[in-house]
């Protein structure tokens, strides 16, 4: 499979192909959860589909530290990518390694045991609590293989390669597709049926991608062995303030998702469809925003700064045709996507409500994936983390709380949709005037 060397080339036409199989790849992602929702919905009704709305919101908060080091892969393999340093690009390969595998199974074992008090704590609907908690903590068992078909990919994106991942994702969605319905249903596993079904199709997964990246010689691994400190050291320093971000966006969800739930099932219901929904609509902005990503690690590494700042340009054109067109076709079809999973009549009319008010604000919330990705390619991510922070806790969060006590459940949506536009402006205020063109990844130490 080529891997694409962005140091020289049409950016354009490399922006799109490159974020191509990326959008793929996330969609089918997206699609476990998507399936789940699907036939927990539609078998088992709205309080379980809020279920695992719920608990879906918790899985990415306890992961997002590992999903935030994850991140941090990007940039430091693109940037030895973009310098041509195999040797390099072989050993921080393997200390990423060494610590995913050990934080996963930390933050798998913390997630497991504190599952009933995060669900206390986000104030869940008591008859939602006994289905969200056997689902997450089934997800928490699964939590090594979850990361490590996702570390593969981002590997291998790095590189240059954003066509063999999606490979992997197919086996394990098609996998998903078939066991949802027989744990589910036949086995009458109800929701824990759907964890069991998802945990085992990424665990298959994981094991085949392993296999085929080192049968095809598709990464540059070396022999296992204990990382150098400095080389934890800077996976670290850029891994903390990205883990920390992860964790600051995901623990604002989590708040919003308080606001949701004072508003009652109903309101759970229907924004736990409409959020599936948006992980689907947003799909393109984040896959472009991990193709700039890549793409800039690489020309800043060679240190090809026009074509740094061209990808920007045109990752952020790119973002506005889509995310515009995606807009328009949301608002007509808003009602017959959230009925795909839930019939409930107040759900729906509140999930419907819900996408035709923040569909105007998608293409802002994708400026910020964009410019966010290139600067966090330089190795901004305390600043990153910093803009997540006044994003999400002081305007996401609180706007979100105070329309929602002036206009009810539909301020919900508009005070996201007033978050996203000013946290635009921020990010585009920090990649114009900012100094992340400054920085050094090799003076980034602990």
Same mark, same amino acid.
């Given at each position: 499979m080529k891997q694409h060397n962005f140091t020289s080339g049409s950016i354009m036409k490399q922006v799109w192909t490159f974020s191509l199989p990326i959008m793929l790849t996330n969609l089918l992602q997206i699609s476990y959860q998507f399936i789940d929702s699907l036939w927990v919905g539609n078998l088992l009704g709205a309080n379980a589909l809020g279920a695992v709305s719920v608990s879906s919101t918790v899985i990415f908060t306890i992961l997002s530290f590992i999903l935030g080091i994850n991140n941090a892969t990007l940039t430091i393999l693109s940037q030895h990518k973009g310098k041509q340093e195999e040797t390099a690009l072989k050993q921080y390969i393997n200390a990423f390694i060494v610590v995913l595998t050990v934080l996963s199974g930390l933050l798998g074992i913390v997630g497991f045991f504190l599952t009933d008090k995060i669900l206390i704590w986000m104030a869940t609907p008591q008859s939602m609590i006994p289905d969200a908690t056997a689902y997450l903590q089934i997800n928490f068992i699964g939590i090594l293989f979850l990361f490590g078909?996702?570390? %593969?990919?981002?590997?291998?994106? =790095? *590189? $240059?390669?954003?066509?063999?991942? %999606?490979?992997? /994702?197919?086996?394990?969605? #098609? +996998?998903n597709a078939i066991l949802d319905p027989v744990f589910i249903y036949t086995f009458d596993f109800g929701?824990?049926?759907?964890?069991?079904?998802?945990?085992? =199709?990424?665990? %298959? !997964?994981?094991?085949? $991608?392993?296999?085929?990246?080192?049968?095809? @010689? *598709?990464?540059?691994?070396? @022999?296992?062995?204990?990382? @150098? +400190?400095?080389?934890? !050291?800077?996976? &670290?320093?850029? $891994?903390?303030?990205?883990?920390?971000? &992860?964790?600051?966006?995901?623990?604002?969800?989590?708040? #919003? &998702? !308080?606001? /949701?739930? =004072?508003?009652?099932?109903?309101?759970?219901a229907g924004f736990g469809a409409a959020q599936r929904l948006d992980s689907l609509i947003m799909l393109p902005a984040m896959a472009l925003g991990t193709a700039v990503n890549s793409m800039a690690g690489q020309n800043i590494g060679a240190h090809q700064w026009g074509r740094v700042h061209d990808i920007a340009k045109y990752g952020v054109l790119f973002n506005l045709i889509i995310m515009v067109g995606i807009s328009t076709f949301v608002v007509f079809f808003a009602e017959w996507g959230i009925r795909l999973f839930i019939g409930e009549n107040e759900a729906v009319h509140f999930g419907t409500d819900y996408l035709k008010i923040i569909a105007f604000f998608y293409p802002f919330l994708g400026i910020n994936f #964009?410019?966010? $990705?290139?600067?966090?390619?330089?190795?901004?991510m305390f600043q990153v983390l910093v803009l997540n922070i006044i994003s999400f806790w002081i305007f996401r969060y609180p706007l979100s709380y105070l329309c929602s006590l002036w206009l009810g459940d539909q301020g919900i949506a508009v005070g996201m949709g007033l978050s996203f536009v000013i946290s635009s402006f921020i990010a585009f205020g920090y990649y114009k005037f900012g100094k992340w063109d400054k920085i050094e990844l090799e003076s980034k130490k602990i």
């Open positions: 078909y996702n570390f %593969i990919s981002t590997v291998l994106r =790095s *590189l $240059g390669d954003s066509q063999t991942p %999606i490979r992997y /994702v197919v086996l394990a969605v #098609i +996998l929701i824990d049926g759907a964890a069991y079904a998802t945990i085992l =199709s990424q665990g %298959i !997964s994981f094991i085949y $991608g392993i296999w085929d990246t080192l049968r095809r @010689k *598709l990464v540059p691994f070396m @022999k296992p062995r204990l990382p @150098k +400190l400095d080389e934890v !050291s800077t996976i &670290m320093a850029l $891994g903390l303030p990205s883990g920390l971000q &992860m964790v600051v966006i995901s623990a604002g969800v989590m708040a #919003i &998702m !308080s606001v /949701v739930n =004072s508003f009652g099932s109903d309101v759970v #964009i410019l966010n $990705g290139i600067v966090r390619a330089a190795g901004a």
